[in-house]
């Protein structure tokens, strides 16, 4: 089984990343881009196959460890 | 509209970020992780409301900028 997460930064957070691939795009010529956010991603290998039993494990490994939740959000699946 | 891509380091890569996360999670008591893997994600916010011309733009921008093909794979929604 497996869990996928995704991060991203608050909405209201500066992403300088996302700006500079943002800047970078216009650069190499795609127009149409408004707008660029960069997070992260991460799989996890699960044991067993009670997804129940494993979401509020994971959801506490989100908020702890995996992202810093003053300036990120999390979301995730198990699959 | 929106390109929702995932970028994860290939399995044949060593991927020394995910080996120390599963090593944070054993320390921090969570059993039965088996494997970690870290990568990064993007969200791009498009122009218009035409997927099927924004994928080969998306397909090229993640081959050539985004990700390292040679050590990642990518794959990416449009929606």
Redesign the interface.
């Known amino acids: 089984m497996k869990a996928k997460i995704?991060?991203?930064p608050k909405k209201a957070v500066l992403d300088p990343q996302?700006k500079t691939?943002q800047a970078?795009?216009e650069q190499?010529g795609?127009e149409?881009?408004?707008?660029?956010?960069?997070?992260?991603?991460?799989?996890?290998?699960?044991?067993?196959d009670d997804a129940e039993a494993w979401k509020p494990?994971i959801e506490e490994?989100c908020h702890?460890?995996?992202s810093n939740p003053v300036i990120e959000d999390y979301e995730f699946t198990i699959e």
Do not use: Q, R, S
């Not at 881009?33 to 991603?41: A, F, I, N, S």
């Open positions: 995704v991060i991203t996302g691939v970078a795009l190499m795609y149409g881009v408004t707008d660029v956010h960069v997070g992260k991603y991460l799989e996890v290998d699960l044991e067993g494990k490994a702890k460890l995996f």
